[in-house]
Each structure stands twice: as structure tokens, then as C-alpha cells.
């Protein structure tokens, strides 16, 4: 948004506005849209839309003043499809641009914001250069494809002063937080151990597929951008390419940034002293994947420690629960997952807690993008419900589970220098390379 565009909502309109928005569907918004002064109007623009880019879009365009101005995808396939489907939205597709290049999306002078939604090998690149443009920005998670990326992302928003939002949404919803301030409370006792687990029964190992030629209407070099240059496979393209490390880091950062986020949110903790890792394709070992199927990480904090499990195919995990975060305290263990929270009690306890279930009752996605336009309007940055440094420190935390597996070693961390004790492990995974002439952006 440009600086002349200054907020002038008075509370009660941005409530009402905030409620609507979690409520209804896009025909209610096109009414209450008319009635958004022009000058407090915020113009999106959206750098992939395959997948959770059109999620974001279609949440984001629920909020009243949010318009759409254009599409980018190297994909014209994709674009083709959305453009088809803003219809069904009560959107003009004739005032909607489309781009490949999202460095010409840029240069649209209308756009106030952009959602970045592509390959994680990208997202670096991508912010900055949204930030050299002086847009404002929602970047999908996990923010960087390396620990050095996430300092770049960090000190770019710093540079250029712009909102930037992780697409961290549980961070926006009211039980991960009650559960939260539960653990807060001191109810559970000491708290020594917590777990937390990820198993992922609908996405399966990938099956071997042969090389083939780029499909009509992908530009193949874009979609590389800075990774190495290969032939064109299928298991390296829409989805399935988070099982490569070229481009991402596997479910360690696709749900551990979820996860691990609260973790250390409930355990008011920062960086841990050493980190173990281990694991493999044991679902289906001849699958072509690099990023393991099942894996198990170990983080040694100076109270606690914090271990991480996943596995690819099954859906049976701890407490009956395909995922979640388990306190467990001197008093009881409170676990928490996207359904909810409850705790139950430590049986040699003499000072039992119990709680029941309380069950999840809104749309986190909803209310992170109404926390994102908010914080647009109102430039007031520390009202973020996931900063980019927020979301940084958690992507750092995943990538050290990655590079503990990777390397096959017991990692010290060093918290002064920011930087691993081996310095032959710092040389090789600090640091995502970067190929095709590409080099990792320089804000300081």
C-alpha cells in the first residue's frame, strides 16, 4: 500500500469487517467491496497460484477493499484455469493481468501487495525483490531454503521497511493460542519433554518416473530459477517437489514450521545447544524422493528436550493423532493439533490436571490474511501474527533438523556466531547454492 493510503477504519467497521470476513462468501464482499473508499482500497497481486496461492487468494479476497490486479505462474496452464475460475468469484478477468516473470509483475505500479506462493527455492529471491519494489508482502512457508536465506529475508524487510507476513496461519487461530496460555499457566508442572509428530497417511512415497520433455506452456527455466539446472521430471514439478532438496526440505519444514513453531512458543525457548537426526526412505526404498520418508530429530534445550517424528503413508501417530504437540508436565500432558486441545492428567502426580477437549472454531487461514490487510492499512508492524523474523527462527529450526540428518552428525549450535561448532558442515549447508547465474540477494 503507498504511504498515502492511510488507514481511516474507526474500530467498530474494522470489527465488523473482521467478523464478516471469517463468514461469509465472495457474492456479501462484492456489496461491502463499493463501500471501501478508493484511497483505502489495497491491490493484490498473487507469484504462484497452483496450489496454496489460490487458497490464499480466495482468503484474502473475502476481506472488503481487496482487489485483485494480477496472476503470475510459470505455468500457463494454471493461469489459464484461474482465469477461468474468477468468474465464480464475481471477478472481472479483463482487469486481472497475467505474468510469467514475476519481476514484470512488479513493475505493475497498482499492485500494494503481493503473495508469494511458489517453490520454497524461490522465496527468498522473491521477497526481496518485492521489497526493492515497495510492495508488501505474504510469503508462504517455510520463508527460506537455507539458514543463510532466512537472515537475507530478515534483513531485506529491515532495509525496506515493508509488512511481511509468514503463511504461518495457526499462529492466527484462538485454540493453538488458549492452548498456549494454558501451558503458560504452570498447570502442567515442570515440563521436561515435548513431542511432536507429523504423519502424513495421504501423501504417499513417489513412485520412479523417467525423464520427460517440458510440458506445453511451462517455462522450464523460470520454474529452476536458481536451482541446478536437470532434465525435466515430474516428481521435480507441481506437489512433489518438496521431496527434493534442490527446491525444499521435505515435511521437516513443510509441517515442522507449523509445529515446531509451538513448541517453542510454549516453552518460551529460543535456539537449541545440539540437534540429532535420523532416518531414511523406509516406506519405499527404491523411490526416487531425497527427503526422508520417516525421521526423527532430537533438539537438546537447557530444560528440555524437543523431538521431532514424521513418517510418509502412515496415520497412526502419538495419542491416536496424525499430528500434534504434546507437553508433557509433572502434573499432566497437555496435547494440542489443529482439531484442538486437552490435557490429561499425570497418574504419580499428587497434583492432577485435567482438561477437557475444547475443539478448534475458526478459520486460522481467514484470520491470518484479516491480520495481514490490518497491519497494511495500519503499518503498526508489531501487530503481525507471524513476522518474517518470526517465521525465520522457525525455518532455521527445521533446516537444523534437515542438516543434522544430511550430515549424519551430532550438531553443537553456537549461539553467538549464529553458526554451527563444524565449520565443514557451515560450508556445506549454510548456505543453499545457487546455479544459473543466479546469486543469493545482498541487503546490507
Not at 512488479?106 to 520454497?120: C, F, G, N, R, S
Not at 527404491?286 to 528436550?305: G, H, I, K, N, W
Request: net charge positive.
Amino acid at each position: 500500500m503507498s504511504s498515502r493510503k492511510k488507514f481511516l477504519f474507526q474500530a467498530s467497521a474494522l470489527t465488523a469487517g473482521t467478523l464478516i470476513g471469517s463468514s461469509f462468501g465472495h457474492d456479501v464482499f462484492a456489496i461491502f467491496r463499493n463501500r471501501v473508499a478508493p484511497s483505502d482500497q489495497v491491490n493484490i497481486g498473487v507469484i504462484g497460484v497452483n496450489g496454496m496461492g489460490w487458497s490464499n487468494l480466495k482468503a484474502v479476497l473475502k476481506i472488503p477493499g481487496v482487489n485483485l490486479a494480477a496472476l503470475c505462474d510459470i505455468d500457463r496452464n494454471v493461469l489459464d484455469k484461474r482465469m477461468g475460475e474468477l468468474a465464480a468469484m464475481q471477478i472481472d478477468a479483463g482487469r486481472v493481468k497475467t505474468y510469467n516473470d514475476h519481476r514484470a509483475l512488479l513493475e505493475q505500479k497498482d499492485i500494494d501487495a503481493v503473495i508469494i506462493a511458489t517453490p520454497d527455492h524461490w522465496h527468498c529471491l522473491q521477497m526481496v525483490d518485492a521489497c526493492e519494489a515497495g510492495k508488501d508482502i505474504y510469503v508462504e512457508k517455510p520463508v527460506g531454503n537455507s539458514i543463510e536465506e532466512c537472515r537475507v529475508m530478515i534483513s531485506a524487510q529491515e532495509k525496506y521497511n515493508r509488512v511481511v507476513q509468514a503463511g504461518q496461519w495457526q499462529r492466527s487461530q484462538q485454540h493453538f493460542r488458549e492452548a498456549i496460555d494454558f501451558v503458560h499457566s504452570g498447570q502442567l508442572g515442570n515440563i521436561r519433554s515435548v513431542k511432536v509428530w507429523c504423519y502424513v497417511g495421504w501423501k504417499k512415497p513417489i513412485p520412479y518416473v523417467a525423464d520427460s520433455p517440458v510440458p506445453p506452456g511451462v517455462d522450464y527455466s523460470r520454474w529452476l530459477g536458481p536451482a541446478k539446472s536437470r532434465p525435466f521430471n515430474a516428481n521435480r514439478f507441481h506437489f512433489t517437489f518438496r521431496w527434493f532438496w534442490d527446491y525444499a526440505g521435505g515435511l521437516m519444514t513443510d509441517w515442522g514450521v507449523h509445529l515446531l513453531d509451538y513448541a517453542l512458543l510454549g516453552m518460551k525457548a529460543t535456539v537449541p545447544k545440539t540437534i540429532s537426526a535420523l532416518g531414511g526412505n523406509f516406506g519405499d526404498p527404491a523411490s526416487p524422493q531425497e527427503t526422508p520418508d520417516t525421521m526423527t530429530a532430537l533438539y537438546q534445550f537447557d530444560r528440555f528436550t524437543l523431538s521431532w517424528d514424521h513418517t510418509i503413508g502412515l496415520e497412526n501417530g502419538l495419542y491416536n493423532k496424525s499430528h500434534g504437540i504434546a507437553f508433557v508436565g509433572d502434573h499432566g500432558t497437555l496435547e494440542l493439533d489443529r482439531g484442538g486441545w486437552e490435557v490429561w492428567e499425570e497418574t504419580r502426580s499428587p497434583q492432577k490436571v485435567k482438561a477437557e477437549r475444547k475443539k478448534s472454531s475458526d478459520n486460522g487461514l481467514d484470520k491470518h490474511m484479516e491480520n495481514f490487510i490490518t497491519v497494511i492499512r495500519n503499518r503498526k508492524m508489531d501487530e503481525l501474527k507471524c513476522s518474517i523474523r518470526d517465521a525465520s527462527h522457525i525455518a532455521i529450526l527445521s533446516q537444523m533438523g534437515n542438516i543434522a540428518f544430511r550430515s549424519g552428525k551430532r550438531l553443537e549450535w553456537d549461539p553467538a556466531r549464529q553458526r554451527f561448532t563444524d565449520e565443514k558442515v557451515n560450508r556445506r549447508y549454510l548456505a543453499a547454492p545457487y546455479y544459473n547465474g543466479y546469486k543469493i540477494p545482498k541487503t546490507g
